[in-house]
């Protein structure tokens, strides 16, 4: 089960540098992951999405790496703009459902 | 296309009232959830619907209810509102079922006294 958190994990990234966003997820019947972000004040958007089948999955400016041995998935985002300043979720479709991670807030440093 | 909309988009509550919450999309989707964000966490499941008449439970559905009753539209009911709900409800939809781009409504933000 998830635990009680209040605080997100924050990355702070230099504007022009590359992201990683890292996400463990928990059930390995999960056929589906997909990356989310989400703004200040809005719902979370789609961002890149991968099938278990893929390890590597490559969209403009955004890559998803999926590692099914260890269960862990994660986002680069190259060349970092101040935009890209938001909450970052993973998501996995397992046993029907989409469940969310807790997400990782991307601080963007001038 | 108008996309998902949500109403209200705040709603203030005293315990024990109930309320439903308004979510509708004009995509033609067939799935469609409703997710609670509370600070400093992620989305999680509450309910979800494949398709017109069918419902399911998903992570926390305790005190909420909803129904499928059209494609388009898929409410949530708070029977009896306690503290514990207040947080922000996100309503999605999907053309299927978990292999399909989830697009989300702005959010209703509850507040239950």
């Known amino acids: 089960g998830e635990s009680v958190g209040l605080h997100l994990p924050t990355l702070s990234v230099q504007e022009g540098d590359n992201s990683i966003i890292n996400c463990a997820y928990s059930n390995s019947a999960s056929d589906y992951f997909i990356w989310y972000k989400q703004e200040s004040g809005k719902g979370p958007q789609f961002i890149i999405d991968i099938r278990s089948n893929m390890d590597k999955r490559q969209g403009q400016r955004v890559t998803v790496l999926l590692n099914k041995t260890v269960k862990h998935l994660s986002l680069q985002i190259a060349a970092t703009q101040p935009g890209d300043s938001a909450v970052y979720f993973c998501a996995e479709n397992g046993d029907d459902k989409i469940i969310f991670g807790k997400g990782t807030r991307l601080h963007i440093l001038p | 296309n108008a996309g998902v909309t949500q109403t209200p988009k705040f709603q203030v509550l005293k315990t024990g009232q109930s309320m439903t919450l308004q979510c509708a999309q004009d995509?033609?989707?067939?799935?469609m959830s409703w997710y609670r964000q509370d600070p400093g966490m992620g989305l999680r499941l509450i309910h979800y619907?494949?398709?017109?008449?069918?419902?399911d439970q998903g992570e926390v559905p305790n005190g909420y209810n909803v129904s499928r009753s059209t494609t388009e539209d898929f409410p949530l009911r708070l029977l009896s509102a306690a503290p514990s709900q207040t947080s922000v409800y996100f309503c999605?939809?999907?053309?299927?079922?978990?292999?399909?781009?989830?697009?989300f409504g702005p959010g209703t933000r509850l507040t239950v006294l």
């Open positions: 999605a939809s999907s053309y299927s079922q978990g292999t399909d781009t989830q697009y």
């Open positions: 619907s494949v398709g017109a008449g069918i419902t």
């Open positions: 995509m033609n989707h067939e799935y």
